[in-house]
Nanobody, 133 residues
Framework: EVQLVESGGGLVQAGGSLRLSCAASGFTFDDYAIGWFRQAPGKEREGISCFSSSDSSTYYVDSVKGRFTISSDNAKNTVELQMNSLKPEDTAVYYC??????????????????????????WGQGTQVTVSS
């Protein structure tokens, strides 16, 4: 059984940093994508970043580009999201999700609300990030 567990959320002041971790278990796919998503109160879930196992490419939406960094630690079976220069508008529940097809990143499925539930079949329970002003 595939399980994804997020950790590392918390309360931070604007301009601060947090590092989220997505720990995967029961995950034996050779070709996969791990995406990070977030959902703010009263808003729809949005995809913000993606890691592709095919070539270790990373992808970001404009709102987090230059501030967030996604990386994979194969030894730990984790994908992490380093978040710097946090803003109050980054406040949300953050989720990681896995796709069994690395094209979920390159096709842009990770940021498409129309497609990301189709491509990403495994989801974590989320971790709260709150950025105070």
């Amino acid at each position: 059984e595939v399980q994804l567990v997020e950790s590392g959320g918390g309360l931070v002041q604007a301009g601060g940093s947090l590092r989220l971790s997505c720990a995967a278990s029961g995950f034996t796919f050779d070709d996969y994508a791990i995406g990070w998503f977030r959902q703010a109160p009263g808003k729809e879930r949005e995809g913000i970043s993606c890691f592709s196992s095919s070539d270790s490419s990373t992808y970001y939406v404009d709102s987090v580009k230059g501030r967030f960094t996604i990386s994979s630690d194969n030894a730990k079976n984790t994908v992490e999201l380093q978040m710097n220069s946090l803003k109050p508008e980054d406040t949300a529940v953050y989720y990681c999700a896995a796709s069994v097809d690395s094209r979920a990143c390159s096709t842009g499925a990770y940021y498409s609300r129309t497609y990301f539930y189709t491509w990403f079949h495994y989801w974590g329970q989320g971790t709260q990030v709150t950025v105070s002003s």
